[in-house]
């Protein structure tokens, strides 16, 4: 009953929200057709007295009614929950104040759910009731900050609607003022995604940086042995750890070494096709028929590759390992040794997936070669072929190895192929029959479950993160470094 009650309370007050941010929408409409009105008034009969075209005036009312308005429901949305917690905790009860920190935490953990409408107290619990007490505090506070802002986001649209309206005038520079917020509204999505990135390689090379206080970066770099399994817990005695990164390494390249098979000579003599020899009504079919590929599920291929490549791979390899043994009887024991799960059946369907990114690069890359060197070639005599091979395709290289090398970005970056189907197996083979590992996959292995992230082996994973961001970036700046040296330049 009770998680009833706040859960009701949670559903009416983002009702009102969506009710006030429409209501917001609606006075920022308004706004800029009164604004658009008075600069028009103003104008008079000569629309050439004002600076700005009424438009921009009311753009500028627009935003002046919008903008504080959206500000304060932006703080909100950011600290609001956790200035409502911390407000709170002020009046927590003292059985729970009394408490060890880290049940303490748990206790206010379920008090914060309970409070959210998704949290549920066990009746027999000791600590039902001042949890339930505690969930009630945090709802009032939560509902009263949240009351405050909407009511302060009310009041700031009013004022910012008075405001930009009084300011309207003919010498009003009214469109300087909105493409400076526009600039400004645009750099913030640039600051953002800048900050975003760094702040995803600053933990990376933080929690790298713990990991490699406790494990030494040489056994990491070139180990050949890799298991995870530390002592976590004191009665842990024995589980030592290993962290080779090498055989996960090896895992990914292997993998993306058997995916770039497949895809970069189909994907490039596609895009050949579609850009020199298709018609245009070939085209139009082909190609989006090609791109569909690019917008399958991953985890889809991932299915496809455990369910059907795998076993039907399992099989090819029993069949071949048997006509090896024939064809070398003196060899003892398998020759290849084929797993339900393998590098082989991973590869492929990666192969499969990241054909659309190659040619869909290539195919770009090749049409924006200049049409006079086709007319050139042909003129001189030489086939179609020919001017494929010795001047598109010469011209079009650096664009190609571009792509290629980001194909390579893409399929070490793969996830959910390589854990359906490649297994879970650190080792180094020449066999692409057996099963293998690979960074992404021990990613996951680490970091799904109950995980502590003070332990070694959950911090390996932010190692093999940056390890991983390390590899992409390289092949990322090859491939710049590969359009710049070799990027002709046609007229």
Avoid at 2 to 20: H, P, T
Avoid at 144 to 161: D, F, H, N
Avoid at 176 to 198: D, F, Q
Avoid at 229 to 242: E, V
Wanted: aromatic share 8%.
């Amino acid at each position: 009953m009770v998680a009833g009650r706040f859960m009701y309370e949670q559903i009416a007050q983002s009702k009102l929200a969506l009710a006030l941010l429409a209501a917001l929408i609606a006075a920022a409409s308004a706004a800029f057709f009164m604004g658009r009105s008075r600069a028009v008034a103003l104008a008079g009969a000569d629309p050439r007295a004002l600076h700005s075209r009424p438009n921009y005036h009311g753009y500028l009312v627009a935003l002046w009614t919008l903008g504080p308005s959206l500000a304060v429901l932006l703080l909100y949305a950011l600290g609001g929950q956790a200035l409502a917690d911390r407000l709170a905790m002020a009046n927590a009860p003292a059985q729970i104040a009394s408490l060890p920190p880290f049940e303490a935490s748990v206790q206010i953990d379920a008090a914060r759910a309970l409070a959210s409408g998704g949290g549920m107290v066990s009746p027999d619990s000791p600590l039902a009731g001042p949890v339930r007490e505690l969930a009630h505090h945090i709802a009032e506070r939560r509902g009263e900050l949240k009351l405050y802002a909407l009511i302060g986001s009310g009041a700031l649209a009013v004022i910012g609607l008075a405001f930009g309206l009084a300011r309207v005038r003919k010498d009003r520079r009214a469109r300087n003022r909105v493409e400076t917020v526009i600039k400004a509204l645009l750099m913030a999505c640039s600051g953002v995604a800048i900050l975003t990135t760094i702040g995803i390689v600053l933990s990376l090379v933080f929690e790298t940086v713990r990991f490699f206080g406790e494990v030494s970066p040489m056994e990491f770099l070139f180990g050949l042995k890799w298991s995870a399994q530390t002592n976590i817990r004191p009665d842990q005695i024995g589980a030592s750890g290993a962290f080779g990164a090498v055989p996960l390494i090896y895992g990914s390249l292997m993998i993306t070494l058997i995916a770039m098979i497949v895809a970069a000579p189909v994907g490039l003599y596609a895009a050949i096709y579609l850009s020199e020899y298709a018609g245009p009504r070939t085209r139009r079919i082909v190609k989006p028929v090609l791109e569909v590929l690019a917008g399958v599920p991953t985890v889809v291929y991932g299915f496809f590759a455990l369910l059907t490549v795998a076993p039907a791979i399992r099989a090819f390899g029993e069949w071949l390992n048997g006509v090896l043994m024939a064809l070398m009887p003196w060899v003892e024991g398998p020759i290849i040794s084929p797993q339900p799960t393998s590098a082989l059946a991973a590869g492929l369907v990666m192969g499969v997936m990241i054909i659309p990114f190659v040619s869909s690069l290539s195919d770009d890359v090749i049409n924006a070669t200049p049409q006079t060197l086709r007319d050139g070639a042909l003129a001189l005599g030489a086939t179609k072929s020919e001017t494929v091979k010795q001047v598109i395709m010469p011209a079009a290289l650096p664009g190609v190895v571009a792509a290629l090398l980001l194909a390579v970005s893409r399929a070490i970056g793969e996830t959910m192929i390589v854990v359906m189907a490649a297994g879970q197996r650190a080792q180094i083979t020449a066999d692409p029959f057996q099963d293998v590992t690979t960074v992404t996959v021990q990613i996951v292995d680490l970091l799904t479950g109950d995980t502590e992230f003070d332990s070694p082996k959950t911090l390996s994973a932010f190692a093999l993160g940056f390890g991983l961001f390390l590899i992409t970036l390289v092949f990322n700046l090859i491939a710049q470094r590969v359009v710049k040296a070799y990027r002709e330049k046609y007229e």
